[in-house]
């Protein structure tokens, strides 16, 4: 007897959870179809969205990369390379020494971080998955398909000089890299 009321009541409480899930999914089906969520690229996420965002992307990349092991990187050559790969492909969102806006950064949301204030507090490997992927639903390109994994880690080793580096450094190594985008072709 006292089995059966148990049974019961189980029954109940999962009736209930059964009912407040689909009801959850109808109102979530009716919000995204009533049009109200705002996809303006010019409408900020809240904070609370926005931390959501970052720590699930922070622990995405450290868990990804944690397997990646990163070779030697201070050759020079590899580091010119890696200017001329930064120079052509990131600049335009990411800035540089002595480059404080771009018309296309002023329009992203979120935001392209400043690299020069940002690069050391990522690992050479936490880079390299990040450059190679791409992180999804930002501005952030993926550029494992269209660049191996020596030009990828090319452009790691310049993000290792980057953040220590003066307008005078940048400018100088622009004239040394001439007019080569670092690509082969
Ligand atoms: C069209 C704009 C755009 C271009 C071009 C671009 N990025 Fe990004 N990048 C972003 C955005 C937006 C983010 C922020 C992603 C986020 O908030 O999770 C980002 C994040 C990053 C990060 C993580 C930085 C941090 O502190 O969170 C790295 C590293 C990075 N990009 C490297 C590069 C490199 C190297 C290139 C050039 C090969 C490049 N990006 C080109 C838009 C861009």
Redesign the pocket.
């Known amino acids: 007897m006292v089995e059966t009321e148990k049974v019961r009541s189980t029954a109940k409480h999962i009736k209930i959870i059964a009912g407040l899930i689909a009801g959850g999914v109808i109102i979530g089906f009716g919000v995204m179809f009533s049009g109200v969520i705002n996809v303006a690229a010019t409408y900020p996420h809240s904070s609370l969205t926005q931390w959501g965002?970052?720590t699930a992307?922070?622990q995405s990349v450290k868990y990804h990369a944690s397997n990646i092991s990163a070779p030697p990187l201070n050759q020079q050559d590899q580091i010119l390379n890696g200017f001329r790969?930064?120079r052509e492909?990131?600049t335009?969102?990411?800035l540089a020494p002595g480059v404080s806006s771009s018309e296309?950064?002023q329009g992203?949301m979120?935001?392209?971080?400043k690299?020069q204030d940002?690069?050391n507090?990522?690992s050479p490997a936490e880079?390299f998955w990040?450059?190679k992927n791409?992180?999804r639903m930002?501005?952030?390109?993926a550029?494992g398909p269209s660049?191996n994994d020596k030009k990828i880690w090319e452009?790691v080793a310049f993000?290792q000089k980057l953040p220590d580096m003066t307008k005078a450094q940048y400018e100088e190594m622009d004239k040394k890299a001439g007019q080569d985008d670092g690509d082969d072709d």
């Open positions: 965002l970052h992307m922070k790969h930064y492909m990131c335009s969102c990411h296309i950064r992203l979120p935001k392209p971080p690299l940002t690069a507090r990522w880079l990040i450059i791409g992180v930002t501005a952030m390109p550029w660049h452009m993000l």
